[in-house]
């Protein structure tokens, strides 16, 4: 019997969330709705633009986003992730604690992870991550015994982002593989998997049972519409969780091909929307529901997200789905 529900191994940051818009992001020459990975000096540059503005800050990393909404819904969840002696450090390592999310922090001296969100009026998210100390660990912090007694073990392409972080997730996935541990596999951005192709296409051969991607990510990984990827994530004998925006989501096991119709609402934030999405579905998962029913699950959970500032749930989101 497994003792937990999901566990996962991420960058555990900090999200500053700010208002901008298209000016913004031309001035400070970025390109809009993807995510940037940035220096401290650039860093700095993007604060100091919105130095006036409100901010909101929460807990970040896309595997973290999954992993603290699993546990608002009720599933036995554990992180690992690495941080700094810092102010924010201390801020994550109490949240998760008072959320219920098992902690395996390993706080080192840097500063921590802080990705800045600007959030244009449309809804995209236009993210600048200074990984900090999010991506100083190695296979030391895996949480073996942990992943080993998990039904899901959940990760992000963004942990693609050296070698270190690279030989910790293959640690991870070797356990999780010997343990009868499902893989989940969030492709995470455009960005990562243009950087990542091959390695993304061996993990989805060798390792994965889920797999979440997003139009433009399939895109770029199978040079394939979502349809055609669906057929190569499922012929590897993985779950295909394709995410289609406002034409919902795109379900595929073996030769079983499940459309999920998108669920209405006001676009206010896209930020979090395939994490929740993630959340949701594998909230389900755990739960043995069937897959259009995990389907549906993740798109309320996305829906609600992108309806509000920020990258948490409503409480009539989280009761939703619990009916569901």
Not at 76 to 85: D, L
């Amino acid at each position: 019997m497994k003792s937990l529900d999901v566990v996962s191994i991420c960058n555990a940051l900090v999200d500053i969330l700010v208002q901008a818009d298209d000016r913004d992001i031309e001035n400070l020459s970025l390109n809009k709705g993807i995510m940037h990975l940035v220096d401290d000096a650039k860093q700095l540059k993007v604060i100091e633009h919105f130095a006036e503005k409100q901010q909101t800050v929460e807990l970040g990393g896309s595997s973290m986003n999954a992993i603290r909404t699993l546990a608002a819904l009720g599933a036995k969840t554990s992180f690992a992730g690495s941080v700094g002696r810092d102010a924010y450090g201390e801020l994550i390592d109490k949240r998760l604690g008072e959320i219920g999310i098992r902690g395996k922090l390993q706080h080192v001296e840097a500063h921590t992870g802080i990705c800045f969100i600007l959030v244009t009026p449309d809804g995209e998210r236009t993210m600048n991550t200074n990984l900090g100390a999010s991506c100083l660990f190695d296979e030391t912090i895996v949480p073996e015994q942990d992943i080993a007694q998990a039904k899901i073990f959940h990760f992000a392409g963004y942990q693609w982002a050296n070698p270190s972080q690279i030989k910790a997730i293959r640690r991870a996935l070797d356990i999780a593989k010997a343990n009868d541990t499902m893989i989940s596999f969030d492709l995470a951005d455009p960005f990562v998997v243009r950087a990542n192709r091959d390695a993304f296409l061996e993990v989805i051969k060798e390792y994965a049972d889920i797999v979440f991607s997003n139009r433009e990510e399939t895109r770029l990984l199978f040079d394939s519409t979502p349809e055609t990827a669906a057929n190569f994530i499922t012929d590897a004998g993985a779950i295909a969780a394709i995410k289609l925006g406002a034409d919902g989501a795109l379900i595929g096991h073996g030769d079983q091909r499940i459309a999920i119709k998108p669920v209405p609402t006001q676009v206010i934030d896209t930020t979090a929307a395939g994490d929740m999405f993630a959340a949701g579905f594998l909230y389900g998962m755990v739960q043995g529901k069937p897959l259009d029913v995990c389907g549906r699950m993740a798109a309320e959970m996305a829906s609600d997200v992108i309806s509000r500032l920020g990258a948490t749930v409503s409480s009539h989101a989280l009761q939703s789905v619990r009916k569901l």
